[in-house]
T-cell receptor, first 111, second 113 residues
Framework: GENVEQHPSTLSVQEGDSAVIKCTYSDSASNYFPWYKQELGKRPQLIIDIRSNVGEKKDQRIAVTLNKTAKHFSLHITETQPEDSAVYFC??????????FGTGTSLTVIP | DSGVTQTPKHLITATGQRVTLRCSPRSGDLSVYWYQQSLDQGLQFLIQYYNGEERAKGNILERFSAQQFPDLHSELNLSSLELGDSALYFC????????????FGPGTRLLVL
């Protein structure tokens, strides 16, 4: 089955700096890669996603890049703000419609 | 508020018991997904239903089962509960099926004593 690895597990950045979270996956046929933000005690929320036929997608301060050859994808947050502090999960969807999640990255933005 | 509702919010029960978790998707959404989130195993996909039919299966134990009803609400049944089943159970819904944005409900926190 699919295996998704996520790094780092914790990340602290100064407000205004950039944050990068990386994920790798094992199933080359996986075709959809969403990123979720989960604040403490709340539900996961989709913040950005990318399909396997696209290399990069951007939405304001958030961007995701996908390298299918290397089987990795990354989340980039620029100009970080304290409200960006949360746990971020990457996921990969297989052709069998199963979702596999990374173990999460706890991001702290220091004011 | 995502528009996805889950009941109950909290559930405390004993080992060996059976519980039912309920999920109502966003209006118009045909797909429902169930996830388990625990401290030791992270976020895990359990099962997906689309318009009443099972579409995909993840790491769902045989003691667990689910169904989606004609009005599109879904129930997750957990039986012969064990301590390790204590977790947060999320339901999510999407408009149709593949490659769709999923909207998560607030979750049901299950504690097995």
């Amino acid at each position: 089955g699919e295996n998704v690895e996520q790094h780092p597990s914790t990340l602290s950045v100064q407000e205004g700096d950039s944050a990068v979270i990386k994920c790798t996956y094992s199933d080359s046929a996986s075709n959809y890669f969403p990123w979720y933000k989960q604040e403490l005690g709340k539900r996961p929320q989709l913040i950005i996603d990318i399909r396997s036929n696209v290399g990069e997608k951007k939405d304001q301060r958030i961007a995701v890049t996908l390298n299918k050859t290397a089987k990795h994808f990354s989340l980039h947050i620029t100009e970080t703000q304290p409200e960006d502090s949360a746990v971020y999960f990457c996921a990969a969807k297989t052709t069998g419609n199963q979702f596999y999640f990374g173990t999460g990255t706890s991001l702290t933005v220091i004011p | 508020d995502s528009g996805v509702t889950q009941t109950p919010k909290h559930l405390i029960t004993a080992t060996g018991q059976r519980v039912t978790l309920r999920c109502s998707p966003r209006s118009g959404d045909l797909s429902v997904y169930w996830y388990q989130q625990s401290l030791d195993q992270g976020l895990q996909f359990l099962i997906q239903y689309y318009n009443g039919e099972e579409r995909a299966k993840g790491n769902i134990l045989e003691r667990f089962s689910a169904q989606q009803f004609p009005d599109l609400h879904s129930e997750l049944n957990l039986s012969s509960l064990e301590l390790g089943d204590s977790a947060l159970y999320f339901c999510a819904s999407s408009a149709r099926d593949f490659l769709e944005t999923q909207y998560f409900g607030p979750g049901t926190r299950l504690l097995v004593l």
